[in-house]
């Protein structure tokens, strides 16, 4: 073990504790739920999306409102726990580790309806579902996540993932990240070969989950003792790895040291499946086309077209365009008032994680409440972001970051370096996120 790995024992059971209540889905402790005095409304609050932002919202107002009307609109009756994939695809977990049911995380007393909304008519307060109901409200949450852009790569299509042809994607689904897994076993198997792994053009959630998946599938490939029969190259749309630069100088001389090449300004634009070659776009050059033995896609992602299309949106032109539009520190819509965001589906810079939905809900429940009895806003959102950033199986480093101090480290813990890659994080991750997550959704957190 490296100087750098912290051993588990030099850490209290206290800092522990802390940990699992703290970092990762985490945020600052200072905002926790139950803070608010319950606020009596007769008010209709329809939230879309029972994901984190939506079921932590649910779990909070129903704690904060006394009288209200709470409905949560999403189709999808599991819940997932997508932080846990990387470590699916990984061959640490098993997928069932991540799945729940969305009705174990609702309260009694919140109506759910069972679709999807197709339309927002926020001049007339109401959502369309795709079943053609119409549900109208007074406050409407938007919490809708992210869509999946895979269909913007040509040739590529989630049902390709892990059928032996050399596809791997932790994003597509709990089924696809265990079949990444496989395809990455396929691969190690064979004993050569060269393995690509992409960025997307566009935001993405959780934008460690692509470096995580490189480290954990070269502590695969070190550990097969024939690592250099092995080719491991990484492409950035952008030039850049990741967004906080200390880490993205970290990354970059950590692929060095590994012998991962980057290819700066490459997008993926074209798979095909059956012989195995995928074409990138590449910045002031013709299109290139590479051979791989595996690869990893990044699907781009936007929010889902319904809001994208809506008046919610931000416009053609402006920052974020089709990305919810609130404001950033407060989560309110600017132009329509009883309208707030929560989640990947703003329009922001950084934070399209679950810890920062933590950090979120906090914020949005305080100013909520002070938006129903007419007093200013409260509580500002500062961009927080955080990664347990995995390094390689059994080591991982605690990434914390906002807005300010173009990006400055923002560590939870005084016993925890952000820079330092530790066994304890890995442990964090591996162990204690989950149950810190299921208390974010429970909004006990
Ligand atoms: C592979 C992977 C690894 C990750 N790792 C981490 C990590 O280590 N740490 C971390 O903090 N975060 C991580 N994340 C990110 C984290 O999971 C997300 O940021 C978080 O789930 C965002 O919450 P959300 O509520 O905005 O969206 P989601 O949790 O995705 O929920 C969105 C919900 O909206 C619903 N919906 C969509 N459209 C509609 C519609 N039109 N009508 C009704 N409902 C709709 C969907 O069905 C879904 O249930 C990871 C994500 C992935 C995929």
């Known amino acids: 073990m490296s100087k750098k790995h912290l051993p588990f024992e030099s850490v209290s059971r206290r800092d522990l504790l802390k940990l699992g209540m703290g970092a990762g889905v985490i945020g600052p402790l200072a905002l926790t739920a139950g803070n608010a005095k319950a606020v009596n409304t007769k008010a209709h609050v329809v939230i879309v999306g029972a994901g984190a932002g939506g079921l932590s919202m ?15 609109i999403d189709a999808r009756e599991k819940h997932y726990y997508q932080p846990g994939w990387t470590l699916v695809a990984s061959g640490v977990w098993n997928k069932e580790k991540t799945e729940t049911q969305v009705a174990d995380w609702l309260p009694n007393s919140v109506n759910w309806v069972k679709g999807m909304v197709a339309e927002y008519n926020p001049d007339n307060n109401r959502v369309v579902l795709e079943s053609g ?21 040509e040739g590529m299509d989630v049902n390709l993932i892990g059928q032996g042809k050399g596809i791997g994607s932790v994003y597509a689904s709990m089924n696809a990240a265990a079949a990444t897994n496989d395809e990455i076993k396929r691969w190690i198997n064979r004993g050569s070969g060269t393995g690509l792994f992409t960025l997307a053009p566009t935001a993405i959630k959780c934008a460690g989950a692509p470096l ?11 550990n097969t003792g024939v690592r250099s029969n092995f080719n491991v190259e990484f492409m950035t749309p952008s030039g850049k790895l990741f967004s906080q630069p200390q880490v993205n100088a970290f990354v970059r001389q950590r692929f060095e040291e590994q012998s991962v090449k980057r290819n700066d300004f490459y997008t993926l634009k074209a798979i095909d499946a ?27 992602m936007t929010a889902p077209d319904s809001l994208m299309q809506s008046p919610l949106a931000f416009k053609q032109g402006e920052n974020f365009t089709g990305f919810m539009k609130v404001d950033r520190e407060t989560l309110q819509n600017p132009d329509y008032p009883n309208v707030w965001g929560i989640g990947d589906v703003m329009g922001m810079a950084l934070n399209k994680t679950a810890a920062s939905v933590k950090m979120q809900a906090a914020v949005l429940e305080q100013n909520f409440l002070a ?7 409260p509580a500002k959102h500062n961009g ?4 347990p950033l995995i390094t390689g199986i059994g080591k991982a480093m605690l990434v914390e970051f906002g807005w300010a101090d173009t990006m400055a480290m923002m560590p939870s813990f005084s016993f925890i370096d952000p820079m330092a890659e530790s066994w304890t994080v890995w442990v964090m991750k591996d162990r204690m996120l989950r149950p810190a997550y299921y208390a974010m959704l429970e909004g006990k957190v």
Not at 384 to 387: A, D, L, P, R
């Open 384 to 387: 927080y972001t955080s990664c």
């Open 58 to 72: 649910a779990n909070r107002l129903t704690n904060s409102l006394q009288g209200a009307k709470i409905t949560i």
């Open 371 to 377: 938006h129903l009895q007419n007093l200013p806003l």
């Open 212 to 222: 995580k998946m490189t480290f954990t599938t070269l502590s695969r490939l070190e």
């Open 274 to 300: 059956d012989a195995k070659k995928a074409t990138f776009a590449v910045r002031d050059s013709a299109d290139i086309v590479r051979d791989y033995e595996f690869i990893h896609v990044v699907p781009p």
């Open 133 to 153: 109901q119409l549900v109208d409200y007074d406050y409407l949450i938007v919490a809708a996540g992210l869509q999946l852009r895979y269909e913007r790569i």
